[in-house]
């Protein structure tokens, strides 16, 4: 048996933080969406589990075995083992939840083989808060820590949609740490097109503040002319939605020659 899927790639869409709790975790809404790119993983049936890690970002990852990939296969029942190569193309501490994707990718791998127990989502929340949304990969709000999840009227699907960042890692605690406390308003209601042009990421100028170089890759999307552009997540990937592929790779092509440097991924919103 051999089973393939895709890690999607997150952003966030729109991503309002509410306060800090004193678990120390932060209370959020969020517009979730996800980018038909990311990791690719491959799997097929053996006497034991086994992970190899390949692909441009597979050596940031220090130790494969406590990679959250294997951390999803021990979780969920399956039978004998399954020897699972991760191509990771996504860079890691980049605001896109590539582990979470990851391991999102497991749990549709085991669910297509063998299914999944019912309490599959606590065993997701237990691997991260993200995971239990990674696992549908489908743009919804979440709440809570992101674990709580209510649907949105999802206008944005096909959307073109660029990736980039300036390959500098930013790790997601002390972008939430250097947060100001401040509550600055819940989500907007309305349609994922309604929200994502009124909201904002709350996260943005405490990532700008750690790493400067997340605004250069903002005023160069903007450049660009596109119908959305901003961080996503913690960062320090940043993201340009535009009305057509075309538009989309023109404006891939021109930052290429102007930041030759930078990490680029094109795809759609699913």
């Known amino acids: 048996m051999r089973l393939k899927e895709t890690a999607y790639a997150k ?27 990311g990791d690719e993983l491959v799997a097929h049936t053996c006497e034991a589990d086994r992970l190899e890690v390949i692909g441009e970002f597979a050596v940031t990852l220090s130790d494969p075995f406590d990679n959250i990939v294997a951390k999803a296969l021990s979780t969920l029942p399956h039978h004998g083992g399954l020897c ?58 979440g709440r809570g820590v992101g674990e709580q999840r209510d649907e949105v009227d999802n206008d944005l699907a096909g959307m073109a949609c660029l990736l980039v960042n300036p390959r500098v890692p930013l790790s997601t605690g002390p972008v939430f740490k250097a947060w100001d406390g401040r509550d600055r308003g819940e989500l907007p209601s309305g349609t994922a097109r309604e929200i994502a042009l009124a909201g904002r990421n709350d996260l943005r100028d405490p990532a700008i503040s750690l790493c400067p170089g997340i605004a250069q890759v903002l005023v160069r999307l903007e450049e660009t002319s596109p119908w959305m552009a901003e961080m996503s997540g913690s960062g320090a990937t940043c993201f340009a939605l535009y009305e057509t592929r075309a538009a989309r790779d023109e404006a891939a092509g021109r930052l290429a020659k102007l930041e030759p440097g930078w990490w680029q991924m094109l795809g759609c919103l699913r």
Do not use: Q
Not at 11 to 37: K, M, S
Not at 111 to 134: F, H, I, Q, S, T
């Open 11 to 37: 952003i966030n869409l729109a991503l309002h933080l509410r306060r800090r709790r004193d678990d120390g975790y932060h209370e959020l809404e969020t517009l979730f969406a996800f980018v038909d790119a």
């Open 84 to 141: 699972v190569t991760l191509e990771k193309n996504l860079p890691v501490a980049a605001g896109l939840g590539g582990g979470s994707a990851d391991a999102g990718a497991i749990f549709r791998m085991i669910r297509k083989a063998y299914g999944l127990p019912d309490d599959w989502r606590a065993r997701a929340a237990r691997l991260g808060a993200d995971v239990p949304a990674c696992v549908d990969s489908t743009t919804h709000i």
